[in-house]
């Protein structure tokens, strides 16, 4: 299983940014995808999930209505789209599957800053 996260980077509060994970060593069209982050010293974080077929998702509070995740099962990839970046939202960001164990990506690191 390979999960590679790409997209993240520096916006200015307000701002927006599309991340995307490219996943291979699975039938991605069968599983669930997650999106997660994590700040230095916290736990990670549930940011988003999606179900295999695309139509159900699910949110943490922190980011509804802001966030929306979506997946191409076309493409093997899963994506993020974040708006209204607030500077909490600073974070590595993680794509993951639960495919008889967790598996992450390498992480992509998101800054909202001025």
């Known amino acids: 299983v390979r999960l590679v996260e790409s997209g993240g980077g520096l916006v200015q509060p307000g701002g927006s940014l599309r991340l995307s994970c490219a996943a291979s060593?699975?039938?991605?069209?069968?599983?669930?995808m997650n999106w997660y982050r994590q700040v230095p010293g916290k736990e990670r974080e549930l940011v988003a999930s999606?179900?295999?077929?695309?139509?159900?998702?699910n949110y943490a509070d922190s980011v509804k209505g802001r966030f929306t995740i979506s997946r191409d099962n076309a493409k093997n990839t899963v994506s993020l789209q974040m708006n209204s970046l607030k500077s909490e939202d600073t974070a590595v960001y993680y794509c993951?599957?639960?495919?008889?164990?967790?598996?992450w990506g390498q992480g992509t690191q998101v800054t909202v800053s001025s």
């Open positions: 060593g699975f039938t991605f069209s069968s599983y669930s």
């Open positions: 999606i179900n295999s077929l695309g139509s159900t998702t």
């Open positions: 993951n599957v639960l495919y008889y164990q967790r598996y």
